[in-house]
């Protein structure tokens, strides 16, 4: 007998139809082993046995057969003992924090801190076994001016339904599930009367349905499709982040079940406003039209401004099967390729859309806004409107700009009227005085470009460029922050929900600090509030483009990360005291929310009792929606990464001008033209962590951060979803 293949280990996993050993030497043994019911010897769980490895199998785990029982977990004290030993191994760390694991295009895997808008980079050999979105107790140690962490538990699997490919095992007796999701390491091990009657290559669900070991035992939920098609691909990654890609019967036909008529006894307890000339707008394929505008010139040179917002709490009612679905969702999610709604479309894109010349129920916020931005007076009242335009911001572009003239038709097919023209020269003269000001006390204004990729009528990416920027953009923003403001201000004696970003903490503040010494930035850190960090991110305006995006990505790490909350702890970023998200309740329930709450305030009906009811569901409601919009941003991600990987797939060996910008220990990553990030290997090369460079020690060239060069594409991995260069 080949003594080198002789595993002693002290537990076996048994579960129904087959089972695990769990080796203690994990210095010579990196994972489990699958074991046969056939080859267990009639071992039971905990039982320390000794087993034999033999031949590799087709699937990913190593088989073995277990020879003899060592003990029959006769020693329970032995076993207390080992785990307590394991136990025992976070009394000898300090500060042990709960993290949240997640992985980064492939071979990167990063810890989050809730809250904190900032990561952690983790190297593989200190994953442990986490897998992406588990909850773990991590440590973090300083390397220079980097941190790093160490996973050391894991204390909640977020693992419960995932999109894999399914293959068979030997004899067809279980079959083997292989996962989209690179970095999941478990072997994945369904019996066969678990299969559903699914073939090899599906598309599947699979459910956890035991984990109580390190590895889980799996059942088949739902075959979903074969694999090969574009939009089973990115169904799969849908699936995989838990987003809610249809909705059922009931909720389809509660939504269709209002009608657009609106009753005679709702238009007397509202404003009337279809009167005032209004206007929306927004992008050129937006079908969720949420927001509109109406703008006055007082005789005092003060402006009268109205934002008027789709009503949709007078169709979501709290419980009804509309709100149970909003709430789950929370969120509407943007992908390259389509939209998730939070709500159905007969309500986003219909019903509650502010399409022109259609009556909508709309909330209104008047605001009587000083010649110097400063809001004087508000008020938020239930209204009636007829959108007169629906505009996008190309063309308000071109209409303040004078590239059209008055009363000339325009290529996009209507009349350009007097009215118009006045009321957004009118609306960009307030934009220009809110901006004005704003910059002047300091707000945070990052200018980070957007990607956009442009697909085909199949799906499949044609494009890839920087998403546009116009002028009207800005006035939109400003337009909406000024009402989320006032709302806030407005309500803030009663239960509510707000939009906070705290003040960054002293340590990262700190940590900036060093990373501007590094660099050679002449800007000393004192105070650490909004309007310092607003003149360090102007101080960055001359700098090289990758070293500005550079920097203003270090800043961006400082900061906390907004979230909801029901305590009013101020917007770090905006400089505001009270802020809280009122101008998209089709697509946040945040803004559902606080919709409710203004409602009943409006109609006297916030009693005692639900003043304290609000103030109960607010905190777990903050908490819920702020979790659901972390995850769609990940979705997003991954999504966009996809149909990048896609583009380039038939790039291979082409060259491409680019930008460094990140430089770690193996690798240096790099922008391209059209603003896709990627990274190029260095295999051969010196490291220089406080000057953020590297050095080949092949040709002796120096490669650093932001510098220019030509690289080649090597590789576009469809698996983990990243590009491959080299430099030319």
């Not at 849908?238 to 036909?253: G, K, M, P, Q, Y």
């Not at 279809?274 to 109406?294: P, R, V, Y």
């Not at 044609?462 to 546009?468: D, G, Q, T």
Request: hydrophobic fraction near 40%.
């Amino acid at each position: 007998m080949n003594k080198d293949k002789i595993i002693i280990t002290w537990k076996f996993d048994k579960k129904e139809n087959f089972g695990f050993l769990i080796p203690d030497d994990k210095n010579t043994y990196k994972k489990d082993f699958f074991v046969a019911l056939r080859n267990s010897n009639k071992a039971e769980n905990w039982d320390i046995v000794e087993a034999i490895e033999l031949k590799k199998r087709q699937w990913k785990s190593s088989e073995v057969r277990i020879l003899k029982i060592v003990s029959k977990n006769s020693n329970p004290s032995l076993n207390s003992l080992l785990w307590k030993r394991k136990e025992n191994i976070e009394e000898e760390w300090e500060n042990i924090i709960e993290w949240i694991y997640s992985q980064w295009r492939g071979d990167f895997w990063f810890v989050d801190v809730e809250g904190i808008e900032k990561w952690f980079f983790v190297f593989a050999q200190n994953k442990k076994w986490a897998l992406d979105g588990d909850k773990v107790k991590a440590v973090t140690k300083v390397f220079n001016w980097k941190e790093e962490a160490t996973v050391i538990k894991v204390t909640e699997r977020k693992l419960d339904l995932i999109v894999w490919e399914y293959k068979p095992g030997k004899d067809n007796r279980f079959w083997f599930v292989i996962p989209n999701n690179p970095s999941v390491k478990v072997d994945i091990f369904v019996p066969g009367k678990r299969s559903m009657e699914a073939q090899a290559g599906d598309i599947v669900w699979v459910h956890v349905i035991d984990w109580t070991g390190k590895n889980p035992e799996w059942t088949i939920k739902e075959i979903i499709w074969k694999k090969g098609d574009n939009k089973i691909d990115v169904l799969s990654l849908i699936i995989e982040w838990w987003a809610r890609l249809n909705f059922s019967e009931e909720v389809i036909n509660y939504a269709k079940s209002f009608k657009t008529e609106i009753k005679e006894k709702e238009s007397e307890k509202r404003e009337d406003l279809t009167w005032l000339f209004t206007f929306t707008i927004d992008w050129e394929d937006a079908k969720d039209l949420d927001d509109a505008i109406s703008i006055k010139k007082l005789e005092t040179g003060w402006f009268k401004l109205f934002v008027h917002i789709a009503d949709v709490s007078h169709y979501v009612r709290e419980w009804n099967p509309l709100d149970k679905e909003a709430y789950k969702r929370a969120t509407s999610t943007y992908l390259t390729d389509r939209v998730i709604p939070m709500l159905p479309e007969a309500l986003s894109n219909d019903l509650c859309s502010l399409n022109p010349n259609t009556k909508k129920l709309t909330l209104t916020c008047e605001m009587i806004i000083w010649n110097n931005w400063k809001i004087k007076s508000q008020k938020v009242y239930e209204s009636i409107i007829s959108s007169d335009f629906r505009l996008t911001y190309k063309e308000v572009d071109e209409i303040i700009e004078w590239k059209i003239n008055e009363n000339d038709e325009l290529m996009f097919g209507w009349i350009v009227s007097k009215e118009i023209v006045t009321k957004l020269k009118l609306s960009n003269l307030l934009k220009d005085k809110i901006t004005k000001y704003r910059n002047l006390i300091g707000v945070l204004n990052f200018e980070f470009p957007e990607t956009k990729i442009l697909l085909d009528d199949d799906w499949k990416p044609v494009e890839i460029k920087e998403y546009p920027r116009h002028n009207s953009n800005k006035l939109i923003e400003e337009f909406m922050i000024s009402a989320n403001e006032a709302v806030s201000r407005e309500f803030s004696d009663l239960p509510f929900l707000y939009r906070i970003h705290e003040e960054p903490k002293e340590d990262s503040i700190a940590k900036l600090q060093e990373t501007l010494n590094l660099f050679w930035i002449d800007f000393k850190l004192k105070n650490g509030d909004t309007k310092e960090f607003s003149e360090l991110i102007d101080s960055l305006e001359n700098e090289k483009d990758s070293k500005k995006m550079f920097l203003e990505k270090a800043i961006l790490r400082t900061l906390s990360k907004a979230v909801y909350s029901k305590e009013n702890f101020w917007h770090f970023g905006l400089w505001l005291s009270f802020y809280s998200h009122f101008t998209s309740p089709i697509r946040r329930y945040p803004d559902l929310q606080i919709h409710r709450i203004i409602k009943e305030k409006i109609h006297w009906k916030l009693n005692k009792s639900r003043k304290l009811y609000y103030d109960t569901i607010l905190e777990k409601v903050s908490k819920h929606t702020s979790d659901k919009e972390r995850k769609a941003e990940k979705l997003e991600y991954k999504v966009r990464d996809y149909f990048t990987v896609q583009f380039y797939k038939d790039k291979v060996w082409e060259e491409f001008d680019a930008n460094i910008n990140w430089v770690i220990s193996k690798w240096f990553f790099v922008t391209l033209k059209d603003t896709s990030e990627w990274f190029v290997e260095m295999n051969n090369s010196e490291f220089r962590d406080e000057l953020q460079e590297h050095k080949d020690l092949s040709s002796w060239k120096v490669y650093k951060l932001w510098d220019s060069l030509k690289v080649r594409l090597i590789e576009a991995d469809e698996s983990l979803l990243r590009l491959n260069f080299e430099i030319v």
